[in-house]
């Protein structure tokens, strides 16, 4: 598990590097970087929906069953027809929305801005790279199923190999337009997703799983399949709908908004991404185990456990990556083509983002005792409800704040979608109280300012004159000044939660003995 955790923190390292790259490279202000940004989205988004996620949470369980059972035939089978309708439902979608771009290119050309039109002039180059990730995630599922997980947790540090690869080829081998090479940069994203399909594929059959393309819609596992799938695609719809809607409203606001909404929402699902790891490793098999014994008090303290531990990860790295944004964004970003314009811009997205980190971290444990009730129902509804009011508050506050305002709203939704699923869980596990998490959190909250001050004052002792090393380069002077307060304040979090005696710390020093 340890190795899978590591493996899924190096793809969220190799990620933070290939922003680095793009952003010296395409800057963060500039068309042909926003039309990418926004472009992408599309096929990313329909990988989250039928790669990941609804797709995997419905047909790993049936596959697992008849690998139990010693039905490898009706296994492969299973496998075979699930995988050749989700290629031909994504081709569906592929076709559609390359359809729509290409229509909306042809009847409103004179409507849209330039970085708008090259959005939809990529856009179906870009669209074939969701049939080729989704699939690839289809065959990691059927590698899981054969407990075979380190490449699938692997292939996706390949896509940002070779991004990372394609920006370097062309910043130094290649004589080029910025359309050049956004097509190229394009190309490079579909030979990645292709890449990673090859490569899991000819793993599975070396597994034993040869596929072949059998789209049997009316076969009675494929028809329990997509009945099990649809639940699942609206809650995580919902949550789809609203990136993209972010984004296309950052598209109106302009490539500036566009790219500081990008690089700042990286940024702050960095840590959410590494803390959903660390949950899953650490905290929801407890849960879980507690969900199948339908005890009671062990799921209230489980979930209570798990919202203590997420929160005392969460707090402090919000508050610090709130103080230290401008140091962290010009020691990650601030190089080439990424400008002083546009560190300000992402920084000013970045300011209402790390107000919802802890919500973002804990809206995954948050559902879990619905999913243990068997009831999908609530969290879509909730869903739903919370979609239409960031809309809405997209629409007012981007006026005022433009991309600060988007993210706001999605800040203010994600605590209300977590408020809202505690406060119902409450109903049906009265074992567990809000009251005690507050308790909890509130200390916690404290010691986290604290140590946001912290960092704050470092930070304005070491650009006095002198302080830093003067001949040192700006890349050296840059991390001192970022890594040097983020220390500091993490110390004092540290000594805070010792001089308070958290619980919380020793509960990671169990988990590290039992390591």
Not at 200 to 219: D, E, I, N, S
Request: with cysteine; hydrophobic share 55%; charged share 10%.
């Amino acid at each position: 598990m340890l190795q899978i955790s590591a493996l899924t923190f190096s793809s969220r390292i190799f990620g933070l590097l290939r922003d680095m790259v793009m952003a010296a490279y395409w800057g963060g202000t500039g068309a042909a970087q926003a039309a990418f940004q926004v472009a992408f989205a599309f096929p990313n988004s329909l990988r989250t929906l039928f790669g990941e996620g609804a797709f995997t949470s419905a047909f790993v369980p049936m596959l697992s069953a008849r690998m139990k059972d010693d039905k490898r035939e009706e296994a492969w089978q299973l496998a075979e027809r699930a995988i050749s309708v989700q290629a031909l439902a994504l081709l569906a979608f592929v076709l559609l929305l390359s359809g729509l771009s290409a229509a909306v290119l042809w009847f409103a050309p004179d409507t849209l801005s330039a970085h708008a039109r090259l959005t939809f002039l990529i856009l179906p180059l870009l669209m074939p790279y969701a049939l080729f990730i989704c699939m690839a995630g289809a065959f990691s599922s059927v590698l899981n199923c054969l407990g075979d997980f380190k490449l699938p947790a692997a292939t996706p540090i390949l896509f940002n190999i070779l991004q990372i690869a394609t920006v370097v080829y062309l910043s130094f081998l290649w004589a080029n337009t910025e359309f050049t090479a956004l097509l190229i940069f394009c190309a490079s994203a579909l030979l990645a997703g292709l890449a990673q399909l090859l490569l899991l594929m000819l793993w599975a059959r070396r597994r034993g799983f040869v596929f072949h393309f059998q789209p049997v819609w009316k076969a009675p596992e494929v028809q329990q399949l997509c009945q099990k799938i649809l639940p699942g695609l609206l809650g995580a719809g919902v949550m789809q709908i609203n990136s993209l809607v972010d984004r296309l409203l950052a598209l109106h606001l302009g490539p500036a908004a566009v790219g500081a909404l990008n690089y700042s929402q990286h940024l702050v699902y960095l840590p959410v991404g590494i803390f959903g790891v660390a949950m899953g490793v650490v905290c929801l098999p407890r849960m879980s185990r507690a969900m199948a014994r339908a005890d009671a008090l062990e799921i209230a303290s489980s979930l209570d456990y798990a919202l203590r531990l997420i929160l005392f990860l969460s707090l402090p790295c919000a508050a610090l990556l709130f103080a230290l944004q401008e140091q962290t964004i010009m020691f990650l970003f601030a190089r080439g083509a990424f400008t002083v314009d546009a560190v300000r811009e992402t920084s000013w997205a970045l300011t209402f983002y790390v107000l919802g980190l802890p919500a973002f971290c804990c809206a995954k444990v948050a559902t879990n005792p619905f999913h243990a009730r068997l009831d999908t129902a609530t969290p879509v509804k909730i869903s739903l409800f919370c979609m239409l009011l960031n809309l809405v508050l997209n629409l007012i506050l981007m006026q005022f704040l433009r991309q600060g305002g988007l993210a706001l709203s999605t800040s203010i939704c994600s605590w209300l979608n977590v408020g809202l699923l505690l406060s119902l869980n409450c109903r049906h596990l009265p074992q567990w109280s809000p009251r005690t998490l507050f308790r909890s959190g509130l200390p916690l909250l404290l010691l986290s300012l604290l140590a946001a001050l912290g960092a704050s004052a470092a930070v304005k002792v070491l650009q006095r004159p002198g302080l830093l090393p003067p001949g040192a380069p700006p890349l050296v002077q840059g991390a001192l000044l970022l890594l040097l307060p983020a220390i500091a304040g993490g110390l004092i979090y540290l000594l805070g939660g010792l001089v308070s005696r958290r619980p919380e710390l020793r509960d990671f020093r169990q988990i590290i003995q039992r390591r």
